[in-house]
Protein backbone atom coordinates (compact mmCIF):
# COMPACT_ATOMS: atom_id res chain seq x y z
CA UNK A 1 0.00 0.00 0.00
CA UNK A 2 1.05 3.34 -1.13
CA UNK A 3 2.17 5.34 2.07
CA UNK A 4 1.17 9.29 1.48
CA UNK A 5 3.07 10.79 4.45
CA UNK A 6 6.51 9.63 5.57
CA UNK A 7 8.41 10.81 8.26
CA UNK A 8 12.44 9.88 8.92
CA UNK A 9 14.28 10.32 11.79
CA UNK A 10 12.14 13.42 12.90
CA UNK A 11 13.78 15.58 16.31
CA UNK A 12 12.74 18.27 17.35
CA UNK A 13 14.74 19.95 20.39
CA UNK A 14 14.23 22.71 22.45
CA UNK A 15 17.45 24.18 24.79
CA UNK A 16 18.97 21.11 24.97
CA UNK A 17 15.05 19.17 26.17
CA UNK A 18 13.84 16.71 22.75
CA UNK A 19 10.46 17.07 22.53
CA UNK A 20 10.48 14.34 19.07
CA UNK A 21 13.03 12.13 19.30
CA UNK A 22 14.10 9.97 16.26
CA UNK A 23 10.12 9.64 15.48
CA UNK A 24 9.92 7.59 11.96
CA UNK A 25 5.75 7.50 10.86
CA UNK A 26 4.22 5.84 7.65
CA UNK A 27 0.92 7.39 7.13
CA UNK A 28 -0.90 4.94 4.59
CA UNK A 29 -3.20 6.75 2.07
CA UNK A 30 -6.86 6.13 2.80
CA UNK A 31 -6.28 5.15 6.46
CA UNK A 32 -7.72 6.67 9.38
CA UNK A 33 -4.04 7.07 11.17
CA UNK A 34 -4.06 8.14 14.84
CA UNK A 35 -1.22 9.43 17.21
CA UNK A 36 -2.05 8.78 20.86
CA UNK A 37 0.09 9.35 23.73
CA UNK A 38 -0.02 10.45 27.35
CA UNK A 39 0.22 14.13 28.21
CA UNK A 40 3.58 15.52 27.41
CA UNK A 41 4.45 12.45 24.44
CA UNK A 42 4.84 15.05 21.85
CA UNK A 43 1.91 14.28 19.91
CA UNK A 44 1.30 17.93 19.12
CA UNK A 45 4.66 19.25 18.14
CA UNK A 46 4.87 16.15 15.45
CA UNK A 47 1.61 18.27 13.75
CA UNK A 48 3.47 21.21 14.29
CA UNK A 49 6.51 19.60 12.41
CA UNK A 50 4.64 18.31 9.84
CA UNK A 51 2.45 21.17 9.27
CA UNK A 52 5.63 23.11 9.06
CA UNK A 53 4.67 25.50 12.09
CA UNK A 54 7.77 24.21 13.28
CA UNK A 55 11.15 23.18 11.88
CA UNK A 56 12.76 19.75 12.71
CA UNK A 57 16.18 19.57 14.52
CA UNK A 58 16.92 16.66 12.33
CA UNK A 59 15.13 14.21 9.96
CA UNK A 60 12.72 14.24 7.20
CA UNK A 61 9.36 14.93 5.78
CA UNK A 62 8.04 13.23 2.76
CA UNK A 63 4.51 13.98 1.37
CA UNK A 64 3.06 12.11 -1.82
CA UNK A 65 6.70 11.18 -2.54
CA UNK A 66 7.85 14.81 -2.17
CA UNK A 67 10.37 15.93 0.79
CA UNK A 68 8.60 18.58 2.45
CA UNK A 69 10.94 19.36 5.24
CA UNK A 70 11.50 23.07 4.49
CA UNK A 71 8.30 23.36 2.85
CA UNK A 72 5.82 26.59 3.74
CA UNK A 73 2.91 25.95 5.33
CA UNK A 74 0.47 27.59 3.14
CA UNK A 75 2.68 25.65 0.28
CA UNK A 76 1.68 22.30 2.05
CA UNK A 77 -1.63 23.24 1.82
CA UNK A 78 -2.12 23.73 -1.44
CA UNK A 79 -0.56 20.85 -2.24
CA UNK A 80 -3.11 19.44 -0.14
CA UNK A 81 -2.04 18.71 3.47
CA UNK A 82 -4.66 20.32 5.27
CA UNK A 83 -5.43 21.12 9.25
CA UNK A 84 -7.89 21.60 11.88
CA UNK A 85 -6.67 22.74 15.37
CA UNK A 86 -7.81 22.14 19.21
CA UNK A 87 -8.95 25.44 19.63
CA UNK A 88 -11.83 26.50 17.62
CA UNK A 89 -11.00 28.35 14.52
CA UNK A 90 -14.53 29.65 13.16
CA UNK A 91 -15.16 33.06 12.31
CA UNK A 92 -17.80 33.80 14.89
CA UNK A 93 -19.93 36.74 13.62
CA UNK A 94 -19.74 35.23 10.06
CA UNK A 95 -22.60 32.52 9.45
CA UNK A 96 -21.57 28.97 8.69
CA UNK A 97 -22.13 29.36 5.01
CA UNK A 98 -19.83 32.16 4.90
CA UNK A 99 -17.66 30.54 7.13
CA UNK A 100 -17.19 27.34 4.32
CA UNK A 101 -17.64 30.35 1.31
CA UNK A 102 -14.40 32.19 3.03
CA UNK A 103 -12.05 28.61 2.68
CA UNK A 104 -13.76 28.31 -0.86
CA UNK A 105 -12.68 31.38 -2.10
CA UNK A 106 -8.85 30.73 -0.34
CA UNK A 107 -8.77 27.65 -2.36
CA UNK A 108 -9.87 29.31 -6.22
CA UNK A 109 -9.39 32.76 -5.81
CA UNK A 110 -6.44 34.11 -6.18
CA UNK A 111 -4.23 35.28 -3.54
CA UNK A 112 -4.28 39.21 -4.74
CA UNK A 113 -8.16 38.62 -5.00
CA UNK A 114 -9.18 37.05 -1.30
CA UNK A 115 -11.91 39.07 -0.62
CA UNK A 116 -13.70 39.14 -3.62
CA UNK A 117 -17.63 41.16 -4.36
CA UNK A 118 -20.82 40.08 -2.87
CA UNK A 119 -21.82 38.94 -6.41
CA UNK A 120 -18.79 36.63 -6.72
CA UNK A 121 -18.76 35.07 -3.70
CA UNK A 122 -22.56 33.98 -4.14
CA UNK A 123 -21.40 31.40 -6.97
CA UNK A 124 -19.71 29.99 -4.48
CA UNK A 125 -22.92 28.94 -2.37
CA UNK A 126 -23.59 25.85 -4.17
CA UNK A 127 -20.50 24.32 -2.96
CA UNK A 128 -20.85 25.67 0.07
CA UNK A 129 -23.98 24.09 0.48
CA UNK A 130 -23.20 20.88 -0.80
CA UNK A 131 -20.04 20.51 1.81
CA UNK A 132 -22.36 21.43 4.69
CA UNK A 133 -24.34 18.29 3.44
CA UNK A 134 -21.63 16.30 3.83
CA UNK A 135 -20.79 17.31 7.30
CA UNK A 136 -24.86 17.28 8.37
CA UNK A 137 -24.53 21.22 8.76
CA UNK A 138 -27.44 22.62 5.97
CA UNK A 139 -30.24 23.44 8.09
CA UNK A 140 -27.42 26.04 10.15
CA UNK A 141 -26.62 28.04 6.88
CA UNK A 142 -27.57 31.03 8.36
CA UNK A 143 -26.70 30.75 11.54
CA UNK A 144 -24.01 32.67 13.29
CA UNK A 145 -21.16 30.45 13.98
CA UNK A 146 -20.87 32.25 17.43
CA UNK A 147 -24.23 30.86 17.81
CA UNK A 148 -23.89 26.88 17.55
CA UNK A 149 -22.71 24.59 20.06
CA UNK A 150 -19.67 23.60 20.64
CA UNK A 151 -19.95 20.41 18.44
CA UNK A 152 -21.39 21.89 15.94
CA UNK A 153 -18.50 24.56 15.68
CA UNK A 154 -16.69 21.25 15.20
CA UNK A 155 -18.10 20.01 12.43
CA UNK A 156 -18.05 23.58 10.19
CA UNK A 157 -14.13 23.18 10.86
CA UNK A 158 -14.66 20.04 9.14
CA UNK A 159 -16.51 21.62 6.18
CA UNK A 160 -14.04 24.45 5.80
CA UNK A 161 -11.09 21.76 5.67
CA UNK A 162 -12.74 19.96 3.26
CA UNK A 163 -13.36 22.92 1.08
CA UNK A 164 -9.79 23.18 0.85
CA UNK A 165 -9.96 19.75 -1.65
CA UNK A 166 -7.25 18.14 0.92
CA UNK A 167 -5.92 14.41 -0.20
CA UNK A 168 -4.36 14.72 3.42
CA UNK A 169 -6.30 15.58 6.59
CA UNK A 170 -5.09 16.24 10.10
CA UNK A 171 -7.45 16.86 12.84
CA UNK A 172 -6.16 17.46 16.27
CA UNK A 173 -8.13 16.47 19.15
CA UNK A 174 -11.71 16.69 16.94
CA UNK A 175 -13.59 15.43 19.79
CA UNK A 176 -12.21 17.46 22.57
CA UNK A 177 -14.54 18.80 25.28
CA UNK A 178 -17.89 17.74 23.77
CA UNK A 179 -20.11 15.31 25.61
CA UNK A 180 -21.17 12.26 24.67
CA UNK A 181 -23.75 12.95 21.91
CA UNK A 182 -21.30 15.26 20.20
CA UNK A 183 -18.35 12.71 20.39
CA UNK A 184 -20.73 10.36 19.09
CA UNK A 185 -21.83 12.38 15.70
CA UNK A 186 -18.17 13.85 14.64
CA UNK A 187 -16.87 10.06 15.13
CA UNK A 188 -19.43 9.24 12.80
CA UNK A 189 -18.16 12.17 10.76
CA UNK A 190 -14.94 11.92 10.15
CA UNK A 191 -15.56 8.12 9.25
CA UNK A 192 -18.01 9.72 6.94
CA UNK A 193 -15.58 12.14 5.10
CA UNK A 194 -12.40 9.75 4.85
CA UNK A 195 -13.93 8.43 1.87
CA UNK A 196 -11.73 8.96 -0.63
CA UNK A 197 -9.14 10.49 1.43
CA UNK A 198 -6.27 10.14 4.43
CA UNK A 199 -6.69 11.23 8.05
CA UNK A 200 -3.90 11.72 10.54
CA UNK A 201 -5.49 12.90 13.97
CA UNK A 202 -4.31 13.16 17.64
CA UNK A 203 -7.20 12.07 20.06
CA UNK A 204 -7.17 10.99 23.44
CA UNK A 205 -10.62 9.67 23.29
CA UNK A 206 -9.88 5.81 23.25
CA UNK A 207 -13.40 4.66 22.25
CA UNK A 208 -12.51 7.39 18.63
CA UNK A 209 -9.14 5.85 18.13
CA UNK A 210 -11.06 1.86 18.43
CA UNK A 211 -13.88 2.31 16.53
CA UNK A 212 -12.84 4.18 13.50
CA UNK A 213 -9.04 4.36 13.05
CA UNK A 214 -6.73 1.70 11.01
CA UNK A 215 -3.25 1.91 12.44
CA UNK A 216 -2.18 3.50 15.64
CA UNK A 217 1.12 5.16 16.50
CA UNK A 218 1.87 5.68 20.27
CA UNK A 219 4.23 8.31 21.46
CA UNK A 220 6.05 8.52 24.89
CA UNK A 221 8.49 11.09 26.07
CA UNK A 222 8.95 11.97 22.00
CA UNK A 223 9.86 8.63 21.01
CA UNK A 224 7.67 6.17 18.83
CA UNK A 225 6.71 3.38 21.14
CA UNK A 226 4.25 1.41 19.52
CA UNK A 227 2.69 1.31 16.32
CA UNK A 228 -0.37 -1.02 14.87
CA UNK A 229 -3.82 -1.98 14.88
CA UNK A 230 -5.90 -0.81 18.25
CA UNK A 231 -6.06 -4.46 19.39
CA UNK A 232 -2.12 -4.77 18.68
CA UNK A 233 -1.10 -1.82 20.72
CA UNK A 234 -3.68 -2.25 23.49
CA UNK A 235 -2.23 -5.55 24.26
CA UNK A 236 1.37 -3.91 24.09
CA UNK A 237 2.22 -4.17 27.87
CA UNK A 238 4.70 -1.06 27.19
CA UNK A 239 1.91 1.40 25.98
CA UNK A 240 -0.25 0.19 29.24
CA UNK A 241 2.96 1.10 31.29
CA UNK A 242 2.93 4.20 28.98
CA UNK A 243 -0.53 4.99 30.62
CA UNK A 244 0.13 4.77 34.19
CA UNK A 245 -2.66 2.92 35.31
CA UNK A 246 -5.41 4.18 32.66
CA UNK A 247 -5.42 0.52 31.01
CA UNK A 248 -8.47 0.23 31.88
CA UNK A 249 -9.52 2.92 29.29
CA UNK A 250 -7.65 1.23 26.62
CA UNK A 251 -9.23 -2.32 27.44
CA UNK A 252 -12.73 -0.86 28.07
CA UNK A 253 -12.67 0.86 24.46
CA UNK A 254 -12.61 -2.49 22.43
Not at 6 to 23: N, P, W
Request: aromatic share 6%.
Amino acid sequence: MTHILETVGLCKEFRGFRAVDDVSLRVREGDIHALIGPNGAGKTTVFNLLTKFLSPSAGRIVFDGRDITREKPAALARQGMVRSFQISATFPHLTVLENVRVALQRRHAPTYAFWLPGSVLSRLDARAMDLLEQVDMQDFAQTKAADLPYGRKRSVEIATTLAMEPRLMLLDEPTQGMGHEDVERVTQLIKRVSAGRTILMVEHNMKVVAGICDRISVLQRGALLAEGTYAEVSADPRVLEAYMGSETELEGAH
